[in-house]
């Protein structure tokens, strides 16, 4: 059964009521737009938690681009259709006032150090903060026994365990598989906005990560990312940034030293999109 709450107050009264019952709740935060890999989350939630709750809120906050915020999907009737008969999921969809009752300006900046300096945070300044914001937000609304989130957005992932830690938060982080198209290409809301052809060959992005990862241990990490970035833009795809970096520190790494996490990050500008990826070469993801 899927319950809507549109409040903050609402829900926060529901996941007070539901600690008294003993029901132990996993707490999806989304976006909206919700495809198969938002739907991973909510299934790996189900399996472990009496309730799920999915939130379903565009941040203003975590974009430094106007246009798209703007260009966000939003639909709430079909995301609503695809969470039905999975199981018990609340599903908390608030105004941005329910969020941001003081505003959305950032009272007190998160020292993320180094973690928001590096690829993605480079590129769109002020974003972590954003997510940062919203997030603590939301669990002081939502404090579930449990969080899940995606690898596919891995250095929001590191930066959320690091704050967990930091807020000295009960909640403990899992994080779930990237979900791909057929193609290889990593789901995403912004998926919807590529033509179909260039949707299909945005699957090299996942093929040139893996191969750089079948080779990881015969060649330098300098000469791999070199040649996988000019196989990238013969096929007409524009890289932002191609890293490999340690999965906790998000410091380049070279070389990959034994026993260590390491994984390959990219983001790629297809007509006008801009999309995210990363394999992990070496080690496992360590949650909270
Ligand atoms: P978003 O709605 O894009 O903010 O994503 C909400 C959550 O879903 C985040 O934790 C994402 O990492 C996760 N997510 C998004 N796309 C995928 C995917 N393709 N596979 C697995 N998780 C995903």
Same mark, same amino acid.
């Given at each position: 059964?899927?319950?809507?709450?549109?409040? %903050?107050?609402?829900?926060?009264?529901?996941?007070?009521?539901?600690?008294?019952?003993?029901?132990?709740?996993g707490f999806v935060p989304t976006m909206g737009a919700l495809h198969e890999g938002h739907i991973s989350l909510v299934q790996a939630s189900l399996?472990?938690?009496?309730?799920t709750v999915l939130s379903v809120f565009v941040?203003?906050?975590?974009?430094?681009?106007?246009?798209?915020?703007?260009?966000?999907p939003?639909n709430l009737?079909k995301d609503l259709a695809l969470l039905?008969?999975l199981?018990?999921i609340?599903v908390f969809a608030?105004?941005?006032?329910?969020?941001?009752?003081?505003?959305?300006?950032?009272?007190?900046?998160?020292?993320?150090?180094?973690?928001?300096?590096?690829?993605?945070?480079?590129?769109?300044?002020?974003?972590?903060?954003?997510?940062?914001?919203?997030?603590?937000?939301?669990?002081?609304?939502?404090? %579930?026994?449990?969080?899940y989130m995606g690898q596919k957005d891995?250095?929001?992932?590191?930066?959320?365990?690091?704050?967990?830690?930091?807020?000295?938060?009960?909640?403990?982080?899992?994080?779930c598989p990237v979900i791909r198209?057929?193609?290889?290409?990593a789901m995403s809301s912004r998926n919807e906005?590529?033509?179909?052809?260039?949707?299909?060959?945005?699957?090299?992005?996942?093929?040139?990560?893996?191969?750089?990862?079948?080779?990881?241990?015969?060649?330098?990490?300098?000469?791999?990312?070199?040649?996988?970035?000019?196989?990238?833009?013969?096929?007409?795809?524009?890289?932002?940034?191609?890293?490999?970096?340690?999965?906790?520190?998000?410091?380049?790494?070279?070389?990959?030293?034994?026993?260590?996490?390491?994984?390959?990050?990219?983001?790629?500008?297809?007509?006008?999109?801009?999309?995210?990826?990363?394999?992990?070469?070496?080690?496992?993801?360590?949650?909270?």
């Amino acid at each position: 059964m899927v319950t809507i709450f549109r409040t %903050a107050e609402d829900m926060a009264s529901a996941m007070v009521r539901w600690a008294k019952e003993n029901k132990t709740t996993g707490f999806v935060p989304t976006m909206g737009a919700l495809h198969e890999g938002h739907i991973s989350l909510v299934q790996a939630s189900l399996k472990e938690n009496d309730i799920t709750v999915l939130s379903v809120f565009v941040n203003p906050t975590q974009f430094n681009d106007a246009s798209d915020l703007e260009k966000y999907p939003r639909n709430l009737e079909k995301d609503l259709a695809l969470l039905k008969n999975l199981g018990e999921i609340a599903v908390f969809a608030p105004e941005i006032q329910e969020i941001y009752p003081q505003g959305t300006e950032l009272q007190q900046p998160a020292d993320l150090g180094f973690l928001e300096k590096t690829m993605e945070g480079k590129h769109r300044p002020g974003h972590f903060q954003g997510v940062v914001q919203v997030v603590n937000r939301l669990l002081n609304i939502v404090p %579930a026994s449990k969080l899940y989130m995606g690898q596919k957005d891995f250095q929001q992932f590191t930066i959320i365990r690091f704050m967990l830690t930091v807020w000295n938060s009960p909640t403990q982080l899992v994080v779930c598989p990237v979900i791909r198209e057929e193609s290889g290409l990593a789901m995403s809301s912004r998926n919807e906005r590529l033509s179909g052809e260039a949707r299909k060959n945005a699957g090299e992005i996942f093929r040139v990560l893996q191969w750089i990862r079948s080779r990881i241990h015969q060649n330098s990490p300098e000469n791999l990312l070199l040649e996988a970035w000019k196989m990238l833009e013969a096929q007409s795809l524009s890289p932002e940034y191609l890293e490999i970096v340690d999965c906790t520190t998000l410091q380049p790494v070279n070389p990959i030293e034994e026993g260590s996490c390491a994984v390959v990050c990219i983001a790629v500008w297809v007509e006008g999109v801009r999309l995210i990826d990363n394999v992990v070469l070496s080690g496992k993801l360590l949650p909270a």
